[in-house]
T-cell receptor
């Protein structure tokens, strides 16, 4: 079945540690995204990537880093510089990154990160 | 710049009653509009979307939404609520600019409770 997988589902981190969240898709989508979700705040865009080896900062990129070495993978690293990392993290992907058509974003099941 | 306002962070309805979730947007260009649903500890699932054409859009699970440009609204409705509709609902807007990333701006969400 095609889709987006995120791992792990739950992640615990000590203060001062970096952690990496995995996101893999087999939908052959060009674009991938990372969102952070906090209660009552909806989703906020952290980073996005339109093609391999290219990515752009979203609205809240500070304290996060990403890479896009393969089309199907877009891992997110939460660094120790992120002051309040406890949140639910969602990865998404969509089709063609150019043109004027609206492209539906498909979401993974999410990773819940808790800083101890 | 674009923004989304969802009126009512919590909405309760009785089983079998009408569901109405409100969404207003602001956008400097004709928008593309989306409704997503999220069940606890899961990713987002697309309910329906408006791009161009017919302003009344039908989605999955019996939901529909009407794009009203004069009111800058895209309210979500369902004639008869089921217990399984209890979830959080997000409205999102995207400007149809070509060559740019498919960035969505999300509302803060509405938690729907269905009472027996």
């Amino acid at each position: 079945d095609g889709g987006i997988t995120q791992s792990p589902k739950y992640l615990f981190r000590k203060e001062g540690q970096n952690v990496t969240l995995s996101c893999e898709q087999n939908l052959n989508h060009d674009a991938m995204y990372w969102y952070r979700q906090d209660p009552g705040q909806g989703l906020r865009l952290i980073y996005y990537s339109q093609i391999v080896n290219d990515f752009q900062k979203g609205d809240i990129a500070e304290g996060y880093s990403v890479s896009r070495e393969k089309k199907e993978s877009f891992p997110l690293t939460v660094t120790s510089a992120q002051k309040n990392p406890t949140a639910f993290y969602l990865c998404a992907s969509s089709m063609a990154s150019g043109g004027v058509r609206a492209d539906t974003q498909y979401f993974g099941p999410g990773t819940r990160l808790t800083v101890l | 710049a674009q923004s989304v306002t969802q009126l009512g962070s919590h909405v309760s309805v009785s089983e079998g009653a009408l569901v109405l979730l409100r969404c207003n947007y602001s956008s400097s260009v004709p928008p593309y509009l989306f409704w997503y649903v999220q069940y606890p500890n899961q990713g987002l699932q697309l309910l329906l979307k408006y791009t161009t054409g017919a302003t009344l859009v039908k989605g999955i699970n019996g939901f529909e939404a009407e794009f009203k440009k004069s009111e800058t609204s895209f309210h979500l409705t369902k004639p008869s609520a089921h217990m399984s509709d209890a979830a959080e609902y997000f409205c999102a807007v995207r400007g149809p600019s070509s060559g740019s990333a498919r960035q969505l701006t999300f509302g803060s969400g509405t938690q729907l409770t269905v009472l027996p």
